[in-house]
């Protein structure tokens, strides 16, 4: 199974962003896919969730800002990233919980893309 993000990009404070990860591979279907980020010097945190069911989590610092989305039919999740600030830099990770054709089940990582917010 193969994640590719695409989206990211320098933006100014108050711009706005759309990451996309296209999931890939002997995919049966997918459960949870969430969004990551890491900015230099810290951990990676969670930014968001959403279900197969499309309910959705966020972490406080984003809410009201990133809407996350999925497209089951082509395994793809989105991260709409408005009023983006400076903070907001990182390099974001998308993530999959996959159940493959076999039924086995695999947790899968996107490359990376970075994320810069300045003037």
């Known amino acids: 199974v193969q994640l590719v993000e695409s989206g990211g990009g320098l933006v100014q404070p108050g711009g706005s962003l759309r990451l996309s990860c296209a999931a890939s591979g002997s995919i049966f279907s997918i459960n949870n896919m969430d969004w990551y980020r890491q900015a230099p010097g810290k951990q990676r945190e969670l930014v968001a969730v959403?279900?197969?069911?499309?309910?959705?989590t966020y972490v406080d610092t984003v809410k009201g800002r990133f809407t996350i989305s999925r497209d089951n039919a082509k395994n793809t999740v989105y991260l709409q990233m408005n009023s983006l600030k400076p903070e907001d830099t990182a390099v974001y990770y998308c993530?999959?919980?996959?159940?493959?054709?076999?039924?086995?089940?695999?947790?899968?990582w996107g490359q990376g893309t970075q994320v810069t917010v300045s003037s």
């Open positions: 959403i279900t197969s069911g499309g309910s959705t």
């Open positions: 993530s999959a919980d996959v159940i493959l054709t076999t039924r086995a089940r695999l947790g899968s």
